[in-house]
T-cell receptor, first 109, second 116 residues
Framework: GQNIDQPTEMTATEGAIVQINCTYQ??????LFWYQQHAGEAPTFLSY??LDGLEEKGRFSSFLSRSKGYSYLLLKELQMKDSASYLC??????????WGAGTKLIIKP | GAVVSQHPSWVICKSGTSVKIECRSL??????MFWYRQFPKQSLMLMAT?????????EQGVEKDKFLINHASLTLSTLTVTSAHPEDSSFYIC????????????FGPGTRLTVL
């Protein structure tokens, strides 16, 4: 079966750095997305990785290792507004999105 | 970026009534639209995939006669929850994708349905 694993919840301090991991086992791979979702709102796009390596975009970076079935989202200089759920989603061989359950990130002052 | 709208943003209805939710791609043509349902503190659950001009493909466990999906044009898909019950109360989100190869899914803002 297809499976996406990410931690349920993480806590970090304002101004710090946090890394949210995602491991996946899917039938085929055509890329991995990270989305941010605030409570009561729809997900918003953060990043897309299809090749191995690190993609940096401002305070957010995303890393992918296809051989290990592993990705992480790195958030730097954390702000209170970064408190949200972070969803990892993999595009499988049928070009369907397989969603992780999301990681709830709590930022403390 | 591409914009997807949903209407209504929230709806409260009585048990047994039907509710229609619209999903529109405002500045691009969406060959494929997806309907998701999300219960509190849970991840997105794909309900169905709809391609313009053809019948929707429903995920296992989703009743196609209860959740009617129509994708009549390249910019509009509708989800009708028929004979809604309190257990159908949820956050319904649509997304749209353009093109044959995989592209980013653009999400609508979601519709919160409460069935009394």
């Amino acid at each position: 079966g297809q499976n996406i694993d990410q931690p349920t919840e993480m806590t970090a301090t304002e101004g710090a750095i946090v890394q949210i991991n995602c491991t996946y086992q899917t039938s085929g791979f055509n890329g991995l997305f990270w989305y941010q979702q605030h409570a009561g709102e729809a997900p918003t796009f953060l990043s897309y990785n299809v090749l191995d390596g690190l993609e940096e975009k401002g305070r957010f970076s995303s890393f992918l290792s296809r051989s290990k079935g592993y990705s992480y989202l790195l958030l730097k200089e954390l702000q209170m507004k970064d408190s949200a759920s972070y969803l990892c989603a993999v595009v499988d061989s049928n070009y369907q999105l397989i969603w992780g359950a999301g990681t709830k990130l709590i930022i403390k002052p | 970026g591409a914009v997807v709208s949903q209407h209504p943003s929230w709806v409260i209805c009585k048990s047994g009534t039907s509710v229609k939710i619209e999903c529109r791609s405002l500045d691009f043509q969406a060959t494929t639209m997806f309907w998701y349902r999300q219960f509190p503190k849970q991840s997105l659950m794909l309900m169905a995939t709809s391609n313009e001009g053809s019948k929707a493909t429903y995920e296992q466990g989703v009743e196609k006669d209860k959740f009617l999906i129509n994708h009549a044009s390249l910019t509009l898909s509708t989800l009708t929850v028929t004979s809604a019950h309190p257990e159908d109360s949820s956050f319904y989100i649509c997304s749209a994708r353009a093109g044959g190869d995989y592209n980013e899914q653009f999400f609508g803002p979601g519709t919160r349905l409460t069935v009394l």
